[in-house]
C-alpha cells in the first residue's frame, strides 16, 4: 500500500465518523434560522445595509418564527495626522446591539453587541473624504451584520423547534 493512500482512508474515515456523530452544517437545510427570522432594524442607510446583509445571509421568512432587533451606533475617531496638524485617515468604529426573541410571544431568546471598526482615507476633497465615509459606514454595516450572524448560528442548534 502506498504512503499517499493512508492520508486519503484517514480523511474518509474522520468524514464517515462526523455523519454518526449528526454533525451538519450551519448553512444546510438543517439549520433552525435560514427563512425563520424577520428583521428589526433602524431607518437608515446603515440600518437598510445591515437588514440586506442579514436577509443575505439568513434567508427572508414570509411567516417569521424569530425576531431579530438591531440598533446601530458609530463614531469617528482620527487614526493618522501629519506633522503639520492635517488628518490624513480616519477611523469608524461601530457597535450593533442585537436581540433574538420569539416573533409571537416577544419572549426574549438571547441578546448580544458586536463591535468591529473600519477606516478610510481624508486626503483629497471634500466629496472624496465624504464618499470615502460612506463607503467605510456601508463596510461597517456589513461587517456587523456578518458578527452577529456568526453568533446566532453557533445559537441555531439550541433554539426551540
Known amino acids: 500500500?502506498?504512503?499517499?493512500?493512508?492520508?486519503?482512508?484517514?480523511?474518509?474515515?474522520?468524514?464517515?465518523?462526523?455523519?454518526g456523530c449528526g454533525f451538519a452544517p450551519v448553512y444546510g437545510d438543517g439549520n433552525a434560522l435560514?427563512?425563520?427570522?424577520?428583521?428589526?432594524?433602524?431607518?437608515?442607510?446603515?440600518?437598510?445595509?445591515?437588514?440586506g446583509r442579514l436577509e443575505e445571509r439568513l434567508g427572508v421568512a414570509a411567516a417569521p418564527r424569530y425576531l431579530l432587533t438591531v440598533t446601530?451606533?458609530?463614531q469617528r475617531?482620527?487614526?493618522a495626522i501629519t506633522s503639520d496638524g492635517?488628518?490624513?485617515?480616519?477611523?469608524?468604529?461601530g457597535t450593533a446591539n442585537w436581540s433574538l426573541s420569539e416573533a409571537t410571544t416577544g419572549n426574549e431568546i438571547e441578546t448580544g453587541q458586536v463591535e468591529t471598526f473600519t477606516g478610510?482615507?481624508?486626503?483629497?476633497?471634500?466629496?472624496?473624504?465624504?464618499?470615502?465615509?460612506d463607503e467605510a459606514a456601508r463596510r461597517l454595516a456589513v461587517a456587523r451584520a456578518d458578527m452577529i450572524?456568526?453568533?446566532?448560528?453557533?445559537?441555531?442548534?439550541v433554539l426551540p423547534t
Not at 435560514?34 to 431607518?43: D, K, L, M, S
Not at 492635517?86 to 468604529?93: A, E, M, P, W
Not at 450572524?149 to 442548534?157: G, H, N, Q, T, Y
Request: with cysteine.
Open 72 to 74: 446601530q451606533t458609530s
Open 149 to 157: 450572524v456568526s453568533r446566532l448560528l453557533i445559537l441555531s442548534p
Open 120 to 133: 478610510f482615507a481624508a486626503t483629497g476633497s471634500t466629496s472624496a473624504t465624504q464618499a470615502a465615509e
Open 34 to 51: 435560514r427563512g425563520r427570522i424577520g428583521y428589526e432594524t433602524e431607518a437608515s442607510v446603515a440600518g437598510f445595509v445591515l437588514r
Open 86 to 93: 492635517d488628518i490624513t485617515r480616519l477611523n469608524l468604529i
Open 77 to 79: 475617531t482620527t487614526a
Open 1 to 19: 500500500m502506498s504512503s499517499d493512500r493512508i492520508p486519503r482512508r484517514a480523511a474518509l474515515l474522520g468524514l464517515t465518523a462526523l455523519c
